[in-house]
């Protein structure tokens, strides 16, 4: 039986690792065995983290009501616990990444299990892509409302998402479409401290960003970013520039959207909220 994380740290020591998953600039994604059977473990590169701030993400969600909890734990992998060796935090255990967010890419037989990134949908569709392909517009329209409902639900709370892009952003192509946010560790409190220094993903930096620290205002141009490069399937533009969205998206939509797209791209203190997005996005 799968033991589950109830919030109390995991010694380090106590874990048992399986294969190696994947990896990133700031962790390495292993399988565990045993006691933890079917949850992740990923080991920071640098035993540098936080530890109070990760201990922060870790509780947050035995402070939301029942519902908000599950809808969390339903759209990211968010820490279920830190792992540690001594006094410092050397990585976090998490739930692994729901099947139908997979797929699996290169020509057959050969081909091997991917994440469904959200890359996948900025790119005209590739042979090598295998089953990871781009969907249409209705579902593109869909996984926009998910990415904005997604954005209000964090923002809500007052977390901010601060690295988000095509690379940790998964979408499931349904019926119905969804989505799901990795990479929950860089995820902060407003006004609150990282587990690491915050990441950024090139072409996805906010030009405007503060020196200081990063705030709702960032994330509400990654959300504009996110959403005008899924519907107009174009992976380099930015908001203020010209939006051509791609056939299938109704008129009414397509003409709401690219005029919030040009309200972000008027700079800090313009960019509309995540709710803009989700009345925009409605097809009537």
């Given at each position: 039986m799968t033991a589950k994380p109830d919030g109390s740290d995991i010694d380090e020591r106590g874990l048992k690792l399986g294969r190696k998953l994947g990896g990133g600039g700031q962790g390495t994604v292993i399988e565990l065995v045993g006691p933890y059977a079917g949850l992740v473990f990923?080991?920071?590169?640098?035993?540098?983290?936080?530890?109070?701030?990760?201990?922060?993400?870790?509780?947050?969600?035995?402070?939301?009501?029942?519902?908000?909890?599950?809808r969390l734990h339903k759209q990211t992998a968010w820490p279920l616990a830190r792992v540690m060796n001594g006094s410092a935090a050397v990585g976090c255990v998490m739930q692994r990444i729901p099947d139908r967010f997979r797929g699996r890419a290169g020509l057959r037989p050969i081909n091997r299990p991917v994440n469904r990134e959200l890359q996948y949908l900025l790119y005209e569709p590739r042979p090598m892509w295998g089953d990871v392909s781009s969907p249409a517009a209705?579902?593109?329209l869909e996984l926009a409302r998910e990415i904005a409902s997604l954005m209000r639900f964090l923002h809500s709370h007052l977390l901010i998402a601060g690295d988000i892009s095509m690379n940790n952003l998964l979408w499931a192509p349904?019926?119905?479409?969804?989505?799901?946010?990795?990479?929950?560790?860089?995820?902060?409190?407003?006004?609150?401290?990282?587990?690491?220094?915050q990441a950024e993903t090139p072409d996805w930096e906010d030009p405007q960003k503060t020196a200081a620290e990063l705030d709702l205002d960032n994330d509400r141009y990654k959300c504009a970013l996110l959403i005008g490069r899924v519907l107009s399937r174009m992976p380099y533009v930015h908001p203020g520039e010209p939006l051509p969205l791609l056939p299938g998206v109704p008129d009414s939509v397509a003409h709401r959207v690219q005029a919030l797209?040009?309200?972000?791209?008027?700079?800090?203190?313009?960019r509309p909220h995540a709710n803009n997005w989700l009345l925009a996005l409605v097809s009537k």
């Open positions: 990923k080991r920071y590169h640098k035993p540098d983290a936080d530890v109070a701030a990760l201990k922060q993400l870790v509780d947050m969600p035995a402070a939301l009501p029942p519902p908000e909890r599950d209705e579902s593109r349904g019926p119905p479409a969804e989505i799901f946010l990795i990479d929950c560790d860089g995820i902060r409190r407003l006004g609150g401290r990282p587990v690491h220094r797209w040009q309200q972000a791209g008027r700079g800090r203190g313009c």
